[in-house]
């Protein structure tokens, strides 16, 4: 069998590097199609190696190679430049060899029509392998669909997390896989039963939102919306967590998204707007009446910070929330129970946030 491996790279390298003639290279072609039956894997991963990065290698001897068992078509489907993207994506849809897929995520230099197909069919393993190279530019649509199919992998969500520019509505479809995963551990259910689970994570969902939105870009917005609107997360509370926390971009993009008011108007209307008109686009908008009040007093705070005239944040927005629902008669007892539960702890966690900054700022001077 070394004879037959050595005599096969051999062959292969002269077809590639020396001026045959015509007749010599038939020959030559013939022989190699032949070896591609040779039972051994060892002779035709040497075909393989020998043969992966010409331009002058036979296309019917790669694309053979390229469809053989991984340790064979591994480096052929890494190098050749005679494979297409047709042929890297009949590769793809082709195969579940999970090394085969991961060689192609592998390939340098990948078109989109073939990054859309690693994710639209590939194994988590080679998704993860697309994600890890930084320098790979992969549309918002594929890192969504990767996520769709494989978001319960923690690994390749580690790498999404970790990619650079990743989109705040990719963010957002993470956050959900990750917490359904959370939720249906049996670990977190037997610590804190099933009920317990769910309201912890649920609560930290919904701070995970919130962080999302404090650090996502004014036009990644919509998109957002979009995303937790789909979940049915864009919930009259976590509006009333945002403007709250001064998000009042956000706000004006979910206002926008649900009464189908252009963005830019609204934003305008929420720096601007008489309280009449606000409360009417909060009733197009389907906000639970309870909310109304409390939101308009956020609103006007902000209006405030942004003209200079105050320095509130989170915790003084919130306090000003919570006592204007006191006055207020709006909405059921339950509804006025949970939205002041909701403002105390946002008020109570920046209370506590200021004051290690404060007890931090001390203990430095």
Known sequence: MPERIA????????????????????AAQAALTLLLDDPSPKVRIAMSEALCTSTRAPLE?????????????????????????????????NTAQS?????????????????????????????????????VHIPAESLRRMIERHGD???????????EGLPAHCRHLLLQRASEALSASPFVAKILGAQGARAVVSNARSDASLALVDHAKPTDHAQLVARMREAGEL??????????????????????SVTGTPEAKMNALLQKGSARSLLSVFRQAGLRAVTHEPILTALKICRDVEAGRCLHG????????????EKSTEGGEQERIALASLLRRIFLEELRRNARSEAWALAAA
Do not use: W
């Not at 090394?99 to 988590?124: F, K, Y």
């Open 7 to 26: 005599a096969a790279a051999a062959l292969s390298r002269a077809y590639i590097q020396r001026d045959l003639t015509l007749e010599q290279r038939m």
């Open 61 to 93: 001897v790669v694309t053979a190679l390229a469809g053989d068992q991984h340790e064979v078509a591994a480096p052929v489907i890494l190098h050749s430049p005679l494979l297409t993207d047709s042929d890297l994506i009949n590769i793809l849809t």
């Open 99 to 135: 090394e085969i897929q991961a060689a192609v995520a592998s390939r340098a230099g990948l078109s989109q029509r073939v990054i859309a197909t690693l994710a639209d069919v590939a194994c988590a393993r080679a998704c993860a392998v697309l994600v890890s190279k930084n320098s």
């Open 153 to 163: 992998d923690c690994h390749l969500r580690s790498l999404l997390l970790k990619r």
């Open 235 to 256: 919930t009259s509370s976590l509006l009333v967590r945002a403007v709250a926390y001064g998000k009042t971009g956000f706000l004006a993009a979910a206002l926008s």
């Open 314 to 325: 989170p915790q003084e927005i919130a306090r000003s929330m919570l006592a204007t629902l």
